[in-house]
Nanobody
Framework: DVQLVESGGGSVQAGGSLRLSCTAS????????FAWFHQAPGKERGGVAV???????MYADFSKGRFTISKDKAGDTLYLQMNNLQPEDSAVYYC????????????????WGQGTQVTVS
């Protein structure tokens, strides 16, 4: 089975940076599409960035130019580098994976991590 474990969240001041990691195990990494979603209290879970199996990134409008999604060479760790963080970026951040391309459709992704909290003040 596929396991995803996020880390790297925390509290930062506005303008600061964080790098989230998502360590994956239990599958052939290269064949999977990955994504980062986030969810603030009282809001729906929404897309942040997507990295398909060809390593093509896609960003939501709010994350474009500030966030970077990437994988390590082994392909078993997904990253989200977040720069110039703002209070509205505060949320729980989740990584997701699936063999099928999900894009922004969270219902497509079968595998999810437990989430990591990001708080920007």
């Amino acid at each position: 089975d596929v396991q995803l474990v996020e880390s790297g969240g925390g509290s930062v001041q506005a303008g600061g940076s964080l790098r989230l990691s998502c360590t994956a195990s239990g599958y052939a990494y290269a064949a999977y599409d990955f994504a980062w979603f986030h969810q603030a209290p009282g809001k729906e879970r929404g897309g942040v960035a997507v990295l398909d199996s060809d390593n093509k990134p896609m960003y939501a409008d709010f994350s474009k130019g500030r966030f970077t999604i990437s994988k390590d060479k082994a392909g078993d760790t997904l990253y989200l580098q977040m720069n110039n963080l703002q209070p509205e970026d505060s949320a729980v951040y989740y990584c997701a994976a699936d063999k099928s391309y999900g894009g922004w459709q969270k219902g497509i992704y079968r595998y999810w991590g437990q989430g990591t909290q990001v708080t920007v003040s």
